[in-house]
């Protein structure tokens, strides 16, 4: 017809536009709000709760406007929640598996009815997950409820859980904490942030409608994170989890260091993640998918492009054809596009070539998506992304290049890779330092992935059987390894800085002077840096026994190095190969069985039959941890999906442990075996009162076929040697015996960059504390699981 706009099927495939985009309506989301007088209360024991005297916050729906109102919690609210929520845990606890299930799959059926209000009720609050999704994940946490004292024997729920996000987040990660919570049996307060406030509070009306227990879930809002802080001081609380952006999980580990409390963070908003297209993949599909993820609204994460040297033509072909006509992208404020008109003048100075869809407007929160080409990697708009539809495009020549650029983050959330090479994708995905890795796909979520935060992503996993773990506990354990306190007033730049005790030669025969000893780095026996010793005194306040070397930030300088030059090629070692050790490394510690017992007698005061007894459990403790190398391995998962996913445990890099008082061989060969046997290497700090035992054990090391440097003991003052560990960036995760003030200063220090903490507050009767002669299979499995992290692989199928 003459005249007419109508548009071929041909024309849209060329220039690839979206279509007019449905009308959608809120009225039932209007309505719920309208019911509640669009003032939403508290959610506290199993009903709504608005105390008066309360201020107030104003939230904004998707267009601006003032959607409802919420209350800002107090300390008495707090109370009256965290004792609501003790009561809730004996109810839901005491269930039996079964009937905790049949609650959550009621939710399902509920969410059937109601669905509606809570997709309309997300699309107001821009919360982004719909209906169907929360049923995935009450479908597979429920199916764990009914399985866990099958599958997770000898496993306990921890009490009362805390699960605190920050105001970015969406309600699936919300979420993604709280039903595992709940499906272990723990009870659940939420501090949600400003997006996921509304959708929270009004699940938590609809579990109610399923038959949770009032008090086993419960919503606390208030005007940001600090209130999780808050919640986390009172001494009902058992464990807190963190979801969100950096510096609110910065934020609140700071504010509850000293607490007692375990707090775990996953930075997962704002994280840098690489989009790698190799010259095998499909170049048309991987453009397609890289606009869709790059250019959203609104966005969790950050994307850089890697494509392949041989290729860049290509894809940036594609990219001119994809992104005509693309209409401008909605800024979250004016602010932003000052943020966004910045990094795109800067990287322009340092040589980058833009392609847009369409010419910036002027003003207003308004920008069109922006491929910025030959962009460098030192760039701010690569390091530190700004908010908008920004996609820094960078090249490769060959994977180990591309491996090397996309480990260049901070970040280690997730990656994405594009090849039609099986073999490749692969290999790039175990060698990327990333959490989840998508083949040929992007940003799949599902529960049944687990997911652990890689470098500044986070100290816990999340999803699988794997994340329900930090839930729980060895039913074994008699006792939380950080008793609940009040903060310490500290200065924490002081900490471990106090002068070395003076050692005043003596005039005694040099035939009967003390022995002095030496530590072991790189696979060597050698002095410290400093020169200086410690003296061992004698057991019940005697002379002195022996000298030692005084370690101190150079000496862990120097076992870093020697621990990150060997520790890539200890992971490619065979599982036999690593079992092998381990098993030669007990023969060893067998052979000098009568040195070592010596040195545990003489130092601690034991008799030899005792200290003989704690090398007989050594020695097979180390021959357990040869036998876990190759048993406990990684998995295919069933995924909804078409196509496969796999899950394995990688070491953490770097581990620095300050070991315990209490028997010191035994802790020794627990925590060196669990840490070597999942392929990390250790930095050992021998405990400050007993290192004896740990010196002696050099003479072990150095007859064994571990490689140099994969193991190292740095004798001296705990308090220094744990405030180098905690500044050293390459260090991993630190496992830590000690004081109070040490494991507060841990808490507090390290965040930047995170580190992953296991922390037990030492005191100084040697009765108390962990049981190490103990060979409970939870026990061994909970070391087991802090020395891994895990990693999920996506790869769809037709």
């Known amino acids: 017809m003459a005249g ?191 997006c996921t406030a509304p959708p929270a509070l009004l699940l938590a009306q609809l579990f109610m409608g399923a038959g949770l227990p009032a008090g086993a879930f419960n919503v606390l809002t208030g005007t940001d994170v600090s209130l999780g802080a808050k919640v986390a001081q009172n001494p009902s609380i058992s464990y807190v989890t963190y979801s969100g952006n950096k510096q609110d999980a910065v934020n609140l580990r700071k504010a509850t260091a000293g607490m007692g409390v375990p707090v775990s963070v996953s930075p997962c908003i704002g994280a840098t993640c690489p989009f790698i297209i190799f010259e095998s993949a499909d170049i048309d599909s991987a453009v397609d998918e890289v606009i869709e993820a790059a250019f959203k609204k609104k966005k969790e994460i950050h994307w850089v492009l890697f494509v392949q040297e041989s290729v860049l033509d290509r894809v940036v072909a594609c990219f001119k054809l994809r992104m005509v006509r693309m209409k401008c992208v909605g800024l979250q404020s004016t602010a932003d596009r000052v943020l966004v008109d910045a990094a795109v003048k800067e990287a322009q100075q340092q040589g980058a070539m833009l392609i847009q869809a369409c010419t910036a407007p002027p003003s207003g929160a308004l920008y069109p998506p922006t491929l910025l080409w030959r962009t460098a990697p030192a760039s701010p708009c690569v390091v530190s992304p700004s908010p908008g539809p920004l996609l820094p495009l960078m090249t490769f020549r060959s994977n180990t290049e591309a491996v090397t650029l996309g480990n260049h983050s901070p970040h280690g959330l997730a990656a994405s890779i594009w090849t039609e090479d099986l073999t490749l994708a692969l290999e790039t995905a175990q060698s990327l330092s990333v959490g989840s890795v998508w083949v040929n796909s992007h940003s799949v979520r599902d529960p049944c992935l687990p997911v652990s935060g890689y470098k500044g992503s986070g100290t816990c996993t999340d999803g699988g059987q794997e994340g329900l773990y930090q839930f729980l506990h060895p039913s074994s354990s008699s006792s939380p390894s950080l008793p609940r306190s009040s903060p310490l007033p500290m200065d924490y730049t002081k900490f471990g800085t106090g002068a070395s005790p003076v050692i005043i030669p003596d005039e005694s025969d040099s035939a009967s002077a003390p022995k002095s000893y030496l530590h072991f780095v790189g696979g060597k026996a050698c002095k410290s840096v400093s020169g200086c010793s410690v003296a061992v005194q004698q057991p019940g306040g005697g002379g002195v ?103 394995f445990p990688e070491a953490l890099g770097v581990v620095g442990i300050i070991l315990p008082d209490k028997n010191p061989i035994l802790s020794l060969v627990t925590l060196l075996g669990a840490a070597v046997a999942t392929g990390n290497a250790v930095i050992m700090v021998p405990s400050e009162k007993y290192p004896l035992p740990a010196l002696v054990f050099i003479q072990v090391l150095l007859a064994s076929d571990l490689p140099a440097g994969l193991v190292n003991i740095i004798s001296g003052r705990k308090d220094q040697l744990t405030v180098a560990l905690a500044n050293h960036s390459v260090i991993k995760a630190i496992w830590y015996w000690g004081s109070a003030e040490g494991c507060q200063y841990l808490q507090y220090t390290c965040i930047s960059p995170l580190k992953t903490l296991r922390l037990s507050c030492q005191n100084d009767d040697d009765d108390e504390g962990k049981d190490w002669t103990q060979s409970h299979p939870s026990l061994l499995e909970e070391t087991w699981r802090n020395a891994v992290q895990w990693k999920s692989v996506w790869i769809p199928t037709a």
């Not at 479908?139 to 729920?157: E, F, G, I, V």
């Not at 357990?624 to 990684?634: R, S, V």
């Not at 999906?641 to 899950?647: E, F």
């Open 4 to 194: 007419s706009t109508t548009k071929t099927v041909y024309d849209i495939f060329q220039s690839m536009e979206f279509g007019p985009a449905p009308t959608s309506s809120t009225s039932t989301a209007q309505a719920w709000l309208d019911h509640h007088s669009y003032a939403l209360g508290l959610f506290i024991d199993g009903k709504f709760v608005r105390p008066a005297d309360r201020k107030s916050r104003s939230l904004l729906d998707s267009k601006g406007a003032s959607m409802c109102s919420i209350v800002c919690a107090e300390d008495d609210d707090i109370s009256q929640c965290a004792s609501s929520a003790v009561n809730g845990f004996k109810v839901w606890s005491s269930m039996n598996c079964h009937q905790r299930a049949k609650v959550l799959l009621k939710l399902v059926s509920i969410l059937g009815l109601h669905g509606k209000c809570v997709s309309e009720l997300c699309e107001l609050c821009e919360a982004s997950c719909s209906p169907s999704t929360l049923v995935r994940l009450l479908q597979y946490y429920s199916s764990w409820a009914q399985l866990r004292d099958t599958l997770m024997t000898n496993w306990k729920p921890l009490g009362v859980v805390v699960v605190v996000v920050s105001d970015d987040s969406s309600l699936f990660t919300l979420f993604l904490k709280v039903f595992p919570a709940l499906a272990m049996g723990n009870s659940v307060i939420i501090v949600p942030g400003h």
């Open 545 to 647: 026994l022996a000298y030692c070397p005084d370690g101190g930030r150079k000496d862990v300088r120097n076992a870093v190095e020697a621990a990150i030059k060997v520790q890539p090629a200890w992971i490619k070692k065979s599982l036999s190969a690593r079992a092998q050790s381990l098993n030669s490394l007990a023969k060893g510690l067998e052979a000098n069985s009568q040195d070592i017992a010596a040195s545990v007698c003489v130092q601690t005061g034991l008799s030899m039959d005792k200290a003989e007894k704690e090398l007989e459990l050594s020695i097979a403790r180390l021959s357990d941890w040869a036998a876990y190398c190759d048993k406990i391995q990684g998995a295919t998962l069933p995924m909804p999906q078409s196509g496969s996913a796999l899950s």
